[in-house]
């Protein structure tokens, strides 16, 4: 099993903003890309930080699932918005994989 994890810190006073536009586009991934994306944030560690996070069931998967975004019409259209709002600090945006082991 691969879990990715993409981790983005927002801007101050773009909280609601943000979070609702990051729901957005986790809504988009399961309704029209089949993606199981939740959108998760700290409860503990910095508080205007927020994670989507997904799992495959291998790297082939996740590698043909990011590709499809990377192709969806909408997914490069919400990432337009959050562009032109300035929702997330640019340098602060992180990918992390892992494997489950046990």
Do not use: C
């Not at 909408?74 to 300035?86: D, I, K, V, W």
């Amino acid at each position: 099993m691969i879990t990715a994890v993409r981790t983005a810190s927002i801007h101050e006073g773009k909280i609601a903003d943000a979070i609702a536009w990051a729901l957005k586009v986790a809504n988009h991934a399961r309704s029209k890309l089949g993606s199981n994306t939740q959108v998760v944030r700290n409860i503990g560690g910095p508080i205007y930080q927020i994670h989507w996070v997904s799992t495959y069931q291998s790297l082939a998967e996740m590698e043909a699932a990011v590709k499809k975004t990377e192709a969806d019409e909408g997914y490069r259209t919400m990432l337009l918005e959050a562009r032109q709002q300035s929702f997330f600090i640019a340098s602060s945006i992180a990918d992390s994989i892992y494997e489950t082991i046990g």
